[in-house]
């Protein structure tokens, strides 16, 4: 049988259950998590297991592991894994959170944009063109819509001509795209919210104006995420 058919690790696991409690402010910071031979009997494990498990709390930044035990530490302290545990709590998304992600999302895209109109090749340019002319047309269709906007998405980071924001990106990718969709129909702007700010964003692409399509962008993705916002707000009152 193989471990994905086997269900998580034993350290996974209790990792996993370790994690959620201290997301869950069960632990809080500056408190002793229990010691390696309380963990073990507390979930059956053996102490190498225990171990194992907060050696990946402290690898996500969530524990500090020093003399006299292990203890939480602020959770601004903590890596971007832990960002999608954060999202995957059980209820709806804390609203704070999906503002702070979209947040995120917009200084990201904006500055790729700005990098990309300003390094593309002319052939990418005229590929970014075709694209946003899709973006713009709701005769195109969803399908053709999300598959246009992704390939933009694509085009924008490689023509950014820059390894570290495709990397940042890459990390960050699954969690937007949780975000955007949670397994429900993507929001999509209506045909007059995205026919104007598409426009400007052509127009910005072809002249090279770096400012003008990243304010574009901007107002682009705020149309976007405010979508998302009242989405959630309405499941939070359903």
Do not use: W
Request: proline share 5%; net charge positive.
């Amino acid at each position: 049988m193989s471990r994905a058919a086997a269900g998580p690790s034993r350290p996974e696991a209790i990792a996993r259950e370790l994690r959620a409690d201290i997301l869950q402010g069960r632990f809080r910071p500056g408190e002793r998590l229990p010691s390696e031979r309380e963990l073990a009997a507390r979930t059956g494990g053996s102490r190498g297991s225990a171990r194992e498990a907060l050696k990946r709390l402290e690898q996500q930044g969530l524990i500090r592991i020093q003399a006299g035990g292990a203890r939480v530490v602020p959770l601004e302290q903590a890596s971007l894994d832990v960002l999608a545990h954060l999202l995957e709590a059980p209820g709806e998304p804390d609203p704070a959170l999906v503002a702070q992600c979209l947040d995120v999302r917009e200084v990201l895209v904006t500055g790729a944009v700005r990098l990309a109109v300003e390094r593309a090749s002319e052939e990418e340019l005229a590929r970014a063109g075709e694209l946003l002319r899709v973006l713009s047309s709701a005769a195109e269709g969803r399908e053709a819509y999300e598959r246009a906007r992704d390939e933009l998405m694509e085009l924008v980071f490689s023509a950014s001509r820059n390894l570290v924001l495709r990397m940042v990106r890459n990390g960050l990718r699954g969690i937007f795209a949780a975000l955007l969709s949670d397994g429900r129909t993507p929001p999509m702007p209506s045909r007059a919210a995205l026919a104007a700010v598409v426009g400007r964003l052509r127009a910005a692409f072809a002249a090279r104006d770096a400012a003008a399509a990243e304010e574009a962008t901007r107002e682009l993705l705020r149309v976007t995420g405010e979508r998302v916002r009242k989405r959630l707000e309405q499941e939070g009152t359903g």
